[in-house]
């Protein structure tokens, strides 16, 4: 056989065998066309600079202004279950979009609070169609599922803290989103990432004034600039590498 053509068939080969990190979630994961857009930046466009991608490939799936809801009613999960293979990982992010109505002429994404089976029927404005709207959970636990029935390992991560302070601590999401996505881990049996956690502690430590300057736009409170894409997509590494025998870590530089 032709050396060339050796090396070509051989790095094809590597390139179908070699597993995906697809992650999925709103504009804190991947702000616009990922190139910084208002000088805000989502924290997956740097979370391939800790993984050794030649054995491993990285794949931002996320899109701005999605909740867990319109993630999926807009075909973008289809998309990603498509390709998923098993052996492959699927990291979300989802909540920073959920809380809004669930039928409001501008992008009706709104989810129901909670994890349970409430579901509610709307007529939805986007589209002009009727839509049955489930819960947060509902739609966690779906993703979750489907990923699991094709092989790959879904993790979920609990959204990452807005800049919002009261009594010189930052809001945590302990009784809403954060709180939501870890019960349905537990329940679907996945893995979870306390991301809300991880990220708080740290602004706790640098205080107000820091945070503000340092990781986040003057735009608003949600958006993070280039430093503070980079702390959280330090900080679900560590989340990464704080669960124990999880097979990704193995692809982790230095590892």
């Given at each position: 056989?032709?050396?060339?053509?050796?090396?070509?068939?051989?790095?094809?080969?590597?390139?179908?065998?070699?597993?995906?990190?697809?992650?999925?979630?709103?504009?804190?994961?991947?702000?616009?066309?990922?190139?910084?857009?208002?000088g805000q930046?989502?924290?997956?466009?740097?979370?391939?600079?800790?993984?050794?991608?030649?054995?491993?490939?990285?794949?931002?799936?996320?899109?701005?202004?999605?909740?867990?809801?319109?993630?999926?009613?807009?075909?973008?999960?289809?998309?990603?279950?498509?390709?998923?293979k098993p052996?492959?990982?699927?990291?979300?992010?989802?909540?920073?979009?959920?809380?809004?109505?669930?039928?409001?002429?501008?992008?009706?994404?709104?989810?129901?609070?909670?994890?349970?089976?409430?579901?509610?029927?709307?007529?939805?404005?986007?589209?002009?169609?009727?839509?049955?709207?489930?819960?947060?959970?509902?739609?966690?636990?779906?993703?979750?599922?489907?990923?699991?029935?094709?092989?790959?390992?879904?993790?979920?991560?609990?959204?990452?803290?807005?800049?919002?302070?009261?009594?010189?601590?930052?809001?945590?999401?302990?009784?809403?989103?954060?709180?939501?996505?870890?019960?349905?881990?537990?329940?679907?049996?996945?893995?979870?990432?306390?991301?809300?956690?991880?990220?708080?502690?740290?602004?706790?430590?640098?205080?107000?004034?820091?945070?503000?300057?340092?990781?986040?736009?003057?735009?608003?409170?949600?958006?993070?600039?280039?430093a503070g894409?980079?702390?959280?997509?330090?900080?679900?590494?560590?989340?990464?590498?704080?669960?124990?025998?999880?097979?990704?870590?193995?692809?982790?530089?230095?590892?």
């Open positions: 056989m032709n050396k060339l053509l050796l090396i070509v068939l051989l790095f094809i080969g590597n390139q179908q065998s070699k597993p995906t990190l697809f992650l999925i979630g709103d504009s804190t994961v991947k702000n616009g066309k990922d190139k910084g857009d208002n930046w989502g924290w997956g466009h740097f979370i391939g600079d800790y993984f050794d991608t030649t054995r491993i490939s990285i794949s931002n799936r996320a899109l701005g202004g999605t909740s867990s809801r319109s993630y999926q009613t807009k075909g973008l999960w289809d998309s990603v279950l498509a390709k998923l052996g492959d990982y699927v990291i979300m992010q989802f909540g920073h979009n959920d809380g809004g109505p669930l039928d409001d002429t501008a992008r009706a994404r709104g989810t129901i609070k909670g994890t349970g089976e409430e579901s509610k029927e709307i007529f939805n404005p986007i589209t002009k169609q009727q839509e049955v709207v489930h819960t947060y959970g509902w739609y966690l636990s779906k993703v979750i599922k489907e990923a699991k029935a094709k092989g790959a390992i879904p993790v979920v991560c609990s959204p990452i803290p807005r800049n919002v302070w009261k009594e010189g601590k930052v809001a945590r999401s302990t009784e809403d989103y954060g709180l939501w996505a870890k019960q349905v881990a537990g329940k679907e049996g996945a893995l979870f990432i306390e991301l809300n956690g991880l990220i708080s502690d740290v602004y706790d430590k640098e205080g107000e004034t820091k945070v503000a300057s340092t990781y986040f736009g003057t735009l608003d409170h949600t958006h993070t600039v280039e894409a980079k702390l959280n997509a330090a900080e679900v590494v560590e989340g990464i590498k704080s669960l124990k025998g999880f097979t990704l870590n193995k692809y982790l530089k230095g590892r």
